[in-house]
């Protein structure tokens, strides 16, 4: 009986396609409501923060007004000011801003770093991989935070670009030694061979066939790499080393707590952008996880 | 005698193991002429996809030397952008497991229209599409229309298997490799692959190498076959009289390990020991002679070369004048096979 249903349905109906990548993740996003709150809440913020900042007047923000120092959150500042009498609210927008974007700039740039790098030394192997791989062991071995100090001290005034590119010039060999052992294995396959039996060229074969068949692997990474960039620009901030006070990030509001009477009396300073930090920061991670199992059937919930 | 496609001399495949180069392939020559069948029969490891390997450029770390002469033009030494524009046009190969010879994230009709827009870039969309169907409804496959929207996960072995088919004749090619099609698949299904092949060995005019350890498929199949052991070829002959009269040592305990249904065998023969692997194979002397031990040493040639004992029938070694299979007791107790 089942049988014979199952033929007329497949004569009459168009027959069921099977479920596409973004339908797959969407599923596993509902099934997991953690996640699925997470997204929403990500997509809020970020709406939020990079319109908001568009009306917003960086300049004014940040102008010191000696008549409002450590006011307390109120009607003219809703979440009060800090010791150059600076509105933490605006800073707090324009900071998530700041921070948001270089998160998602390094995220990009170590990315595209990382596959180009990863996959040419993977696919190629032999003295090209291993040239390739040395390189990267040259970039590990060199202090990060040293190198960030001394670029800091160097480059005059910095933006949004500058620093990112200091950040990925140090945070792309992961990625590069992940794809590249992804590679060593999918180059192996027989598709890849049969692939250039048809006359593909070696660079069409890396970027069309070898790099969707990893591409799981690499959304998961750079999605979990973007809580860590923007904890790691938070971390560079609070020790001095990141933005002045005149580009605020989440990280500069931070360092007002290394004074301990703001520490200790003055909350509204600090606590927002450490709040704000850990949301992003758990938020992103759960969206990743969600995308981790949407990418193994073995994992997958829904 | 029809006309040479492909003429392969004195192939020498080498691969670097620890800084030294062992030959996989030795001194190989062969040669296929159009709408022919060239089986190559061997245990595995005996370098055969090696040689179809080499043939395709598909080797990336190996030493090749020789002539690969593709109808008088030699590829062995070509560029890769002139190699690569033969590949696929020219020379179509079907690889041994269709699970893998597909890419998993690309539709059966990218896949196959992939061979059709790397050859031709004028083809529009529409054309291409149309030729995918068609090539699709040739290898047999059901409701192509469907099948053109799926992707390799979706379809059985066999289908799939017809599908890396249509992959390799989507532009006719003249000289089409075979690399065990039929390894991977029930026996059912076998015989319609190689229905397909024969079919389209007749309508495209086209030249086959046969790679393949099963003799079914080489009696079926093959015009002439060639008998490889540890890279070298033992016997080559049409396939009448090898079938008929084998003369190689390896050929025959080849032909004798076959279940045979006419004659009640209590045991099969088993040809003792394995390959020897590339490090360990005796370079010089026969190479066969480490696995029939019980033929005296003088038997076989110093520098065994091929012999032609009668018009396109080539053994290698002298050998073959003075092998018989020993009495199968006497082996058991000498060496142990049960």
């Known amino acids: 009986m089942e049988t014979n249903n199952a033929n007329v349905n497949e004569d009459n109906t168009k027959i069921q396609k099977s479920p596409s990548g973004l339908s797959i993740i969407w599923r596993e996003l509902v099934r997991d ?24 007047d960086q300049d004014e923000i940040v102008r010191v007004d000696l ?101 990925t010039a140090f945070l792309w060999m992961g990625k590069a030694r992940l794809i590249r052992s992804k590679a060593l294995q999918e180059k192996e396959l027989d598709y890849v061979q049969a692939s250039k039996t048809l006359g593909s060229s070696n660079f069409k074969i890396m970027f069309t066939q070898v790099l969707p068949n990893i591409s799981s692997l690499i959304i998961v990474t750079m999605t979990l790499n973007l809580a860590n960039n923007i904890g790691l620009e938070s971390g560079l901030s609070f020790l001095g080393f990141g933005f002045p006070e005149s580009t605020p990030s989440l990280g500069t509001l931070l360092s007002y707590a290394r004074n301990p009477q703001t520490l200790e009396y003055r909350w509204w300073i600090w606590v927002p952008a450490s709040v704000l930090i850990l949301l992003l920061m758990l938020a992103i991670r759960n969206v990743g996880e969600a995308l981790k199992r949407a990418t193994d059937a073995r994992q997958r919930r829904g | 005698m029809s006309e040479k496609l492909l003429e392969v001399k004195n192939l020498k495949t080498s691969f670097r193991i620890k800084d030294d ?55 062995a030494n070509i560029s890769p952008a002139k190699l690569n524009k033969l590949r696929g046009n020219n020379m179509g190969m079907i690889f041994q497991d269709p699970l893998t010879a597909l890419n998993p994230l690309m539709e059966i009709g990218d896949q196959i229209g992939e061979a059709l827009l790397l050859h031709n870039k004028d083809l529009s969309k529409e054309k291409r ?72 060995k007749d309508d495209m005019d086209a030249g086959i190498i046969m790679i393949t350890h099963d003799l079914g498929v ?50 099969l023969h088993v040809i003792q020991g394995i390959v020897p692997s590339l490090q360990k194979l005796p370079r010089e002397g026969c190479r066969f002679s480490a696995r029939i031990p019980w033929v ?43």
């Open chain 2, 218 to 267: 080489v009696a079926e199949m093959a015009d002439r076959v060639a008998v490889m052991y540890a890279g070298q070829i033992v016997e080559v002959s049409d396939v009448y009289t090898l079938f008929e009269s084998p003369l190689h040592p390896y050929t025959r305990s080849l032909f004798n390990s076959v279940p045979n249904t006419a004659e009640a065998q209590s045991k």
């Open chain 1, 67 to 167: 008549f409002s120092i450590h006011e307390p959150p109120g009607e003219e500042f809703i979440l009060g000011t800090d010791y150059g009498g600076r509105d933490i609210f605006g800073q707090l927008i324009i900071g998530t801003r700041n921070s948001l974007s270089i998160g998602i700039l390094v995220t990009l740039m170590t990315g595209v770093i990382g596959i180009v790098f990863g996959l040419v030394a993977g696919y190629f192997g032999g003295n090209i991989d291993n040239i390739m791989m040395r390189i990267t062991d040259f970039f590990m071995i060199l202090p990060f935070l040293m190198i960030v100090i001394v670029f800091v001290a160097i480059v005059p005034s910095y933006s949004v670009l500058t620093f990112s590119l200091i950040m």
């Open chain 2, 129 to 200: 599409k149309d030729k995918v169907i068609q090539l699709l409804t040739k290898v047999g496959i059901p409701r192509p229309e469907h099948v053109y929207e799926q992707f390799p996960h979706e379809l059985s072995g066999g289908m799939r298997q017809r599908v890396v088919i249509a992959t390799a004749i989507a532009n006719e090619p003249e000289l089409l490799i075979a690399d065990e099609p039929t390894t991977a698949l029930d026996v059912t299904i076998q015989s319609q692959i190689l229905d397909l092949i024969k079919e389209l």
């Open chain 1, 33 to 56: 409501k953690l996640a699925l709150v997470s997204l929403i809440f990500l997509i809020v913020i970020t709406v939020f923060v990079y319109g908001v900042a568009l009306i917003l």
């Open chain 2, 296 to 338: 005296e040493e003088s038997a076989h040639e110093e520098h065994p070369e091929l012999h032609e004992v009668s018009p396109g029938h080539f053994v290698r070694c002298t050998c073959y004048k003075h092998f018989n299979f020993p009495d199968s007791s006497k082996e058991e107790q000498q060496h142990g096979i049960s």
């Open chain 2, 21 to 75: 180069y062992y030959a996989a392939v030795d001194d190989v020559s062969l040669s296929v002429n159009k709408n022919e069948v060239l089986a190559i029969v061997g245990e595995s490891g005996c370098g055969k996809s090696a040689l179809a390997f080499s043939i395709m450029g598909l080797h990336n770390r190996a030493k090749i030397e020789g002539n690969i002469m593709f109808k008088n033009q030699d590829i």
